[in-house]
């Protein structure tokens, strides 16, 4: 989108927990109040993301990208400490200083605080798209090898879910094969 968009589209990631919104247990268990050997996939990416943060906006962008570039075409573990750290080298971070941020626990809160933010605005998964003007869009997408597509397909959505408030739901059937 940067490629297309330049500096007029300005994005706040936050942190949307999935393992959250669709656990079974209790309402007041949260996983983000579980130790630290919970066996979690989304936590560590939490909190590598967190602790780039510390290291500036910048930081916190190039890890962004590098754990979702990580996850979704390189299939990384974000259970092991090992990936995540190699993610943050290559994403040109102060590894020691990661090593030692990404295990401070308060980095949880902000997890926390995205959480309730994002269910608050009607998000239930990722990723979901909220405007100033509290339209939202969420969308499950395939990588566009293709920036240009990229950004006609993210316009489109913008002109139908956010220009056109009168837009509920628009749902494409899935076949169960895909």
């Not at 989304?42 to 979702?68: I, S, T, W």
């Amino acid at each position: 989108m940067k490629a297309v968009h330049g500096d007029k589209l300005r994005v706040s990631w936050k942190n949307f927990s999935l393992e959250e919104v669709n656990k079974k247990q209790p309402e007041d268990w949260h996983v983000w109040d579980q130790p630290d050997d919970y066996p979690t996939r989304g936590l560590p990416a939490f909190r590598a993301v967190e602790a780039a943060r510390l290291q500036g906006d910048d930081a916190f962008d190039r890890m962004h990208f590098a754990l979702l570039e990580g996850r979704h075409q390189r299939r990384k573990d974000f259970t092991d400490a090992g990936d995540i750290a190699e993610l943050a080298a290559e994403a040109g971070l102060d590894v020691e200083r990661f090593k030692r941020d990404v295990a401070d626990r308060s980095l949880l809160r902000r997890v926390a605080d995205d959480y309730a933010d994002s269910v608050k605005v009607g998000v239930f998964g990722t990723p979901t798209f909220v405007f100033e003007n509290g339209s939202s869009f969420f969308m499950r997408i395939r990588a566009e090898e293709d920036d240009q597509a990229a950004a006609r397909t993210f316009d489109g959505l913008y002109e139908l879910f956010v220009k056109q408030r009168n837009v509920g739901e628009v749902k494409r059937p899935t076949p169960p094969s895909d």
